[in-house]
C-alpha cells in the first residue's frame, strides 16, 4: 500500500513532463520509434527489405536500441502520446491513463542522437515521409515503455459512428525514460506486448 500510494503522489503532484500527441497511420501492420541516424542507408525499396524484411532483421535492431516496435499486428492510423522524462523528472501515466490502460510492455531499449521518428515501419529510412512525427530527444540511451490504452471504454469520448471524440485518450501512451545504469535487460520482441494466457 505504501508504494501504491506513492506512485499516486507521483501521478499527482508531478509537474508536466514534455509530449507529443499525433495520429500515425501504417499499412504494415507496425508503427515504430527509431532514431533516423541507424537507417541512413534505407533509401529505396531493396534497401528497406534487407534490413527490415523479416521479424529477424526488426528484432536485430530493437536489440541495438535503433528502434522500438508499437505493434499490435494491424494497419490503420493509431493516437500516439509520446511522454519523455529526464532526470528528476519521470515519465509516467496520469491517472486518467492509467485508470484504462489495457497492458504494457516491458521496457525497449532506445538510443537517441538528438532525434527520434515515429511512423509506420514502411516508413524507416533515410528520408522522412510525409506524416512521419519528430521528437527531439537530447543525446543518450533510454528505456521505452508503451502501454496500450482502452480510450472507448471511458464514457463519453466515442460519438455514435465510433469516432473518437476530441477529448478521448489515444492508443498508444509511450513513455521515455533515461534508462539506469543498473538495466541491463530489454525486451527485443517485435511484438510489443505478451499474449495474455489462458
Known sequence: MAESAWQDSLMTHSPPTPETVSTVATDAGMLALWNPQRFAGIVDDDTWDLQLGEDEDVERHIR?????????????????????G?????????????????????AYLLHSSGQVWLSGIEAVGAEAWPGTVRC?????????????????DEPGTVYE??????????DFVVLINPAVSEQDTFRSAVETFDKAED
Do not use: K, M
Not at 136 to 152: M, N, Q
Open 136 to 152: 527531439d530527444l537530447p543525446v543518450g540511451c533510454y528505456s521505452v515503455v508503451i502501454h496500450l490504452i482502452a480510450w472507448e
Open 161 to 170: 459512428d465510433g469516432v473518437p471524440s476530441e477529448t478521448a485518450l489515444p
Open 86 to 106: 529526464g532526470v528528476g523528472l519521470f515519465a509516467q501515466l496520469t491517472e486518467r491513463e492509467s485508470t484504462h490502460r489495457l497492458v504494457t510492455s516491458d
Open 64 to 84: 541495438t536500441g535503433a528502434l522500438v516496435p508499437v505493434n499490435i499486428r494491424s494497419d490503420g492510423a493509431f493516437g500516439v502520446l509520446v511522454r519523455t
